[in-house]
C-alpha cells in the first residue's frame, strides 16, 4: 500500500520529501488525547511510520494521526484514526484547519521536505482505550501538552490549535 510520504532524493519533487496527513484532535475538557507508539511495524503498515529515523518517535508523544493512502480523501483519512487507530467512533469529525509546513529535511541533507497537513476536531463517544500498538494513550491539558517531547514535528501541529497563524 502506498501512502503519500515522499521521500527525498528519489526524483520526486520537493527533494527533500512531502507528506500529506491528517490529525485527530479528540478534546475532553481542556486536554487533548496524545499517544506514543508501540510495535511500530503496525504503524508502518497501517499508519505509515518511517522505520529509518526512530529518534523521531520512540519514546515522543504525537497526536493521532496517518499519513493519506494515494487516492484517499483527506476526511477518509481522519474518519480511519478515528475507527481504526483510536479503535473508537466519533460522533462529529469536522476540518478545523489545513497547515503546511516547510523545514529542513532529516533524509535529504540541505533541503527542505514540506508537510500539508489537515487537522480535524473529533468528539468521540467514548474514551479510547490503550491498544497493543500504543505505548501510552491519554488526554492532556493544552498547556501542560506544550511542554511534552513530541516526535515527528507533531508539536507544530499542536501549536497551530492555539494560534492559526502559526
Known amino acids: 500500500m502506498k501512502f503519500s510520504r515522499f ?6 519533487f520537493p527533494p527533500g520529501g512531502f507528506c500529506i496527513s491528517s490529525f485527530v484532535i479528540a478534546r ?56 481504526d487507530q483510536l479503535q473508537a467512533r466519533s460522533t462529529k469529525l469536522s476540518r478545523s484547519l489545513v497547515k503546511s509546513f516547510a523545514g529542513e529535511s532529516i533524509s535529504v541533507a540541505g533541503q527542505i521536505h514540506w508537510d500539508l497537513c489537515f487537522i480535524y476536531e473529533a468528539n468521540l ?7 497493543p500498538w500504543f505505548a501510552d494513550l491519554r488526554y492532556v491539558s493544552l498547556k501542560a501538552a506544550l511542554e511534552l517531547d513530541f516526535g515527528r514535528s507533531h508539536d507544530m501541529i499542536l501549536a497551530s490549535l492555539g494560534n492559526p497563524e502559526v
Open 125 to 131: 463517544s467514548e474514551d479510547p482505550k490503550l491498544q
Open 28 to 83: 475532553k475538557g481542556d486536554s487533548i488525547l496524545l499517544c506514543k507508539i508501540a510495535q511500530p511495524e503496525i504503524w508502518n503498515e497501517r499508519w505509515s511510520l518511517n522505520l529509518d529515523y526512530p529518534e523521531r518517535w520512540k519514546g515522543k508523544w504525537q497526536i493521532p494521526s496517518s499519513y493519506l493512502k494515494f487516492g484517499e480523501h483527506p476526511d477518509s483519512a481522519a474518519g480511519r484514526v478515528v475507527e
Open 7 to 12: 521521500g527525498g532524493g528519489d526524483g520526486e
